[in-house]
T-cell receptor, first 111, second 117 residues
Framework: LAKTTQPISMDSYEGQEVNITCSHN???????ITWYQQFPSQGPRFIIQ???TKVTNEVASLFIPADRKSSTLSLPRVSLSDTAVYYC????????????FGTGTQLKVEL | GAVVSQHPSWVICKSGTSVKIECRSL??????MFWYRQFPKQSLMLMAT?????????EQGVEKDKFLINHASLTLSTLTVTSAHPEDSSFYIC?????????????FGPGTRLTVL
């Protein structure tokens, strides 16, 4: 399983755009990149997933360069409720394949 | 979207007793489910893979006789913490993969807070 490296923590203010970068130098050809959000005492929640280039949904964008050795989760105009831990995972997401969580990034959003 | 539930959401027990935690996929079938443990301020640690109709696969360092896993149906996996001790106090989370339009998506349960006195 590819190992991921993320910043331990980030601080931001409401209304700002937040970009969290994850490095995964040994990503395999069949691996997808997935980001999860976790609030205290809750299970992780899927945010976005991608394989290459750019993916956008209603809550975030995911930027993946051509070499796929890193990825950036972009959260537009964060609010206080976006304060959470964000995990970047890299795995072949076949139904029977397990996920390995790294340390995650604690995002703190202030007024 | 798909929902995975866990029961109970929290449990307090005395040292030496056994505790069963249920994980259910409410609107889809899951031949595989995963169990994680999370200590305060730490990341999720995969404990085992639960396989419907067969034995669970445990991660290195996880005692299979202490953490009994039963995947009796396509929508239910149970984790039993046997002879629980205070060091087993943790947040236990399950997940189940469901086929999505692009691949598989893992859906996580809300977690179960276990406190062993």
């Amino acid at each position: 399983l590819a190992k991921t490296t993320q910043p331990i923590s980030m601080d931001s203010y409401e209304g700002q755009e937040v970009n969290i970068t994850c490095s995964h130098n040994n990503i395999a050809t069949n691996d997808y990149i997935t980001w999860y959000q976790q609030f205290p005492s809750q299970g992780p929640r899927f945010i976005i997933q991608g394989y290459k280039t750019k993916v956008t949904n209603e809550v975030a964008s995911l930027f993946i360069p051509a070499d796929r050795k890193s990825s950036t989760l972009s959260l537009p105009r964060v609010s206080l409720s976006d304060t959470a831990v964000y995990y970047c995972l890299v795995a072949n997401t076949g139904g029977g394949n397990k996920l390995t969580f790294g340390t995650g990034t604690q995002l703190k959003v202030e007024l | 979207g798909a929902v995975v539930s866990q029961h109970p959401s929290w449990v307090i027990c005395k040292s030496g007793t056994s505790v069963k935690i249920e994980c259910r996929s409410l609107d889809f079938q899951a031949t595989t489910m995963f169990w994680y443990r999370q200590f305060p301020k730490q990341s999720l640690m995969l404990m085992a893979t639960s396989n419907e109709g067969s034995k669970a696969t445990y991660e290195q360092g996880v005692e299979k006789d202490k953490f009994l896993i039963n995947h009796a149906s396509l929508t239910l996996s149970t984790l039993t913490v046997t002879s629980a001790h205070p060091e087993d106090s943790s947040f236990y989370i399950c997940s189940a993969p469901r086929r999505s339009s692009w691949d598989y998506e893992q859906f996580f349960g809300p977690g179960t807070r276990l406190t062993v006195l």
